[in-house]
């Protein structure tokens, strides 16, 4: 449609006032010449698809088709439509920015997170702010709201064990604002998890172990806080039962996800009698800290002592020897969290992603800490 005879079938539906009334019966103001102002309810109109899509091509966000953008383009250039900013600004009533909120003491799982969600947040107009907090805090519920409302966030990414605080959901629906909680079963409706099955990981370790021939394990939890302490507990004592082997009280450990609980822990569980022959700590860093465990005792690894971790981080091909893990895929998980908030996916006729579960699944990777129990 050209402009002059989009402005033509545009001068009907004119008020008393010298104002028009768009498709959401808000008044327009009249150009210099007196014609109608395409909106982007025209654009979204002519192209046949969501004002929400034409908004998503105006803020150049990836998240859409290239030939529907390049017909929205076609149509924004030929009817001449402006986008007004201050109205854009009033329509959203929040910024473009999007919350990582995090209690984790592990630096680099919030790194890794914080890569994924900026991968898919490249190119889409929207910027990432990090909140770190502490759940321990009495102030904590206030500092969250405060950071929230101060932000005035497009929305927010919660990971363990901030995710895990109903507390937090509830502050977050009074304000209206968006999120996404990260945590390892669900905790929420589909559209608002992510799922990172930590009790499939747990299992993993477990047959591993067991397959190798261990039978007396030592095991080393995260805090009593995290979900994922529990789960990759669960899993692994599930699996060893379906094994004939258990886990006994003498040989279970609480660390706090830190490499120096990883040191005491393991120090701990080298002086039971009899001497474990592998220890599975819940997350690497805690794994290198058993290793450096070991080698103040004297001992080998894996030759006396098979070390397994979680997560494989950066940490667990660094250390020596390089370690067996479960891995967790964070920067993907991060890059997931961040396209099912923003809508990834949200085009006419297409399966919207923030109305579907989302899960991912741990996976073992064995490296030199793990060998043959010693005879």
């Known amino acids: ?21 768009d498709d959401d019966n808000q008044p327009r103001r009249r150009g210099l010449g007196g ?49 007004d900013p201050q109205a854009r ?11 990582l909120v995090y209690d984790n003491p592990n630096p680099q799982y919030v790194v890794n997170m914080q890569l994924g969600m900026l991968d898919a ?35 927010v990414v919660l990971t363990p064990s901030v995710s895990e605080d109903d507390r937090v959901k509830i502050i977050l629906d009074e304000i209206g604002c968006g999120y996404i909680r990260i945590a ?15 009790r499939v990981g747990g299992r993993a370790a477990a047959r591993h172990l067991a397959e190798l021939g261990h039978t007396t394990i030592g095991f080393i939890s995260g805090p009593g806080t995290f979900r994922s302490s529990h789960e990759r507990r669960g899993g692994f004592e599930e699996e060893l039962k379906d094994r004939k082997l258990k886990l006994t009280d003498d040989y279970i450990m609480q660390g706090a996800y830190t490499f ?47 070390v397994i971790g979680f997560d494989d981080f950066q940490i667990a091909s660094s250390v020596w020897p390089p370690l067996t893990t479960v891995r967790t895929p964070t920067r993907e998980i991060g890059r997931m969290a961040a396209e099912k908030l923003i809508g990834h996916g949200g085009e006419e006729g297409e399966d ?7 899960a991912t699944s741990p996976a073992l990777v064995v490296r030199d800490s793990t060998g043959p129990a010693p005879r």
């Open 1 to 21: 449609m050209s402009r002059d005879n989009f402005v033509a079938k545009s001068t009907e539906g004119r008020l008393s006032s010298g104002h028009m009334a």
């Open 35 to 83: 014609e109608k102002k395409p909106t982007i309810n025209d654009v979204a109109r002519l192209a046949g698809v969501s004002k929400k899509t034409v908004s998503r091509v105006i803020n150049q966000s990836p998240f859409v088709k290239a030939d529907t953008r390049e017909k929205i383009n076609a149509i924004i250039a030929e009817i001449g439509f402006s986008p």
């Open 89 to 99: 600004g009033l329509a959203f009533r929040r910024s473009f920015l999007i919350g």
């Open 121 to 155: 947040m490249r190119g889409s107009g929207y910027e990432l702010v990090v909140h770190p907090c502490n759940r321990g805090n009495p102030t904590f519920l206030t500092d969250f709201r405060r950071f929230i409302e101060r932000q005035k966030l497009w929305g």
């Open 184 to 198: 390892s079963v669900p905790v929420d409706e589909p559209a608002h998890i992510i799922v990172s099955n930590d």
């Open 260 to 306: 120096e609980t990883g040191i005491s822990c393991g120090a701990e569980l080298l002086k039971r009698t009899p001497r474990p022959t592998a220890i599975f700590a819940a997350n690497d860093e805690m794994a290198a800290g058993v290793l450096h465990a070991i080698r103040r005792a004297n001992l080998r690894c894996p030759e006396d002592v098979s």
């Open 352 to 358: 919207h992603s923030r109305e579907a579960a989302s």
